[in-house]
């Protein structure tokens, strides 16, 4: 099993779902974790729910044996904030996603934490400038976003605050690998870029079952089985240099003229259009791809779709999905 990380001290504020997956990514990998919730009965009682997560998870065959015997082993309920961040060489906060909690618990957070220990917030939305605020050495935060079900789940976004450190967003992104997590370091914004993609999804979504267009299961069912079905293998740009920017931009063109200025082709893309760099037929669109890479690609894209369709198959023979 790996034990990467087991010279590594954690303190997990915040011991909902979120944070126990969290703890549970964390000790697996080797690390001792304290988690803390709002008091002592409270954490208690969500580390009896960490180890059942653990043994049904096991049970399952969705981790690896002896995951929950590692759990059991590894992670403790502290008394106090004071307890579980005593000697922790990473905090990371996840109490709810409300500004004014964050804030609250930061102010504790910096009170008790050693002053050499890496300060991270699992905020899916909030700058971190804005929480480091709180802070009285506002570039000790660094924003560390980790996604529901985080035991599964593969990717974290890692974001620098206002002055963090290159040493500490390399040591989180070491840390993160070593954990068995992808980890990608991106600017502090709002919704920094999962969110912000996810929820532009939503609200259009939401528009369609405004507008009459389809109904909420229809949604669901027209993403499921197509662009969503090659999400798993490709990001919107590799999607789009395979299909062709010519196509993106008539189709945004038609898009515009019926829908309007959200529907604008983006200025990037017209750019690269006018250039000629179609994406995989001229070799260079938002992506650069030699002739023998566009190949490679194509055929690998076939395999992955053919092998993601079987899973489908056999998982709906079983009644999974």
Known sequence: MNDALGSTRVAVVGAGYMGLGIAQVLATAGAEVAINDSDPDSTVLSLQRLRGQAQTHE?????????AAKVGERVRAATSFEDALEAADLVIEAVPENPGIKTTVWKQIERFAPEAAVLATNTSSIPI?????????PHRLIGMHWFNPAPFVP???VIPGPGTPGEVVDWVVDLAGKAGKAATVVADAPGFVANRLQFALFREAASIVEEGVADAAAIDAVVQSTFGFRLP????F???DMAGLDVYQGAFEVLGS???????????LTALVGRGDLGAKTG?????????????RARSRDEKYRALENLIEAMNQTGEV
């Not at 400038?129 to 050495?137: D, H, M, P, Y």
């Not at 293998?233 to 919107?236: H, S």
């Not at 019926?258 to 990037?268: H, S, V």
């Not at 669109?285 to 490679?296: H, K, N, Q, W, Y």
């Open 129 to 137: 400038a804005e929480l480091a605020r709180s802070l009285r050495l």
């Open 155 to 157: 990717g974290i976004e």
């Open 233 to 236: 293998f490709f990001g919107p």
């Open 59 to 67: 049970r399952l065959g969705l981790v690896p044996p002896g995951t």
């Open 258 to 268: 019926a829908l309007g200025e959200r529907f604008t082709p983006p200025t990037a």
């Open 284 to 296: 260079r669109g938002f992506l650069t791809l030699s002739p023998s890479a566009v190949d490679e």
């Open 238 to 240: 590799a999607i789009a």
